[in-house]
């Protein structure tokens, strides 16, 4: 494994062409979906928090408190931020841009870590992956 431009490849070969192209390839069509979704929350690591609390002159505590929950996961429970993002703004999109939480930064791929092989994924709603998942996709079924 090993990460480019913040989006870790995974070990298998064959794969890391394949991200590579897509993340040369995508264009954020600044549709705010992935920063509205009806979901449990945006994934968010206390290192994101680190980084962002200070930003804003907040504590990191305080920043919990204000704008983080915990969600059940796969592996106990994990912290999220709230959907709607706090963060985002008609017009102008992420107010916290340049010090956004990873998964915001590599969206729309995620990964997930089984005990042998990391999956890549691309997630179907954004409008800059549509283009490019159906190619992505067969690719990865050769
Ligand atoms: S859903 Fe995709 S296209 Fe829309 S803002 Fe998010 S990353 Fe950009
Ligand atoms: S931090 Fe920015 S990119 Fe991430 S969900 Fe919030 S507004 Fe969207």
């Not at 979906?33 to 504590?59: E, F």
């Amino acid at each position: 494994m090993k990460l480019v431009n913040g989006v870790w490849i995974s070990n298998i070969p064959a794969f890391e062409p394949l991200v590579l192209s897509f993340i040369k390839n995508f264009v954020c069509q600044r549709c705010g979906k992935c920063c509205n979704l009806a979901v449990q929350g945006t994934a968010i690591t206390h290192d994101d928090v680190r980084v962002l609390a200070p930003k804003l002159a907040m504590s990191n505590s305080a920043f919990e408190a204000a704008h983080c929950h915990y969600v059940k996961g796969g592996n106990g429970p994990r912290l999220a931020m709230a959907q709607p993002c706090p963060f985002f703004r008609e017009g102008a999109g992420c107010t916290v841009y340049t010090d956004r939480p990873q998964v915001c930064q590599t969206f729309p791929l995620y990964t997930v870590n089984y005990q042998h092989f990391t999956r890549i994924g691309v997630h179907v709603l954004c409008a800059g992956a549509a283009d490019q998942l159906a190619a992505f996709e067969k690719l990865l079924m050769l």
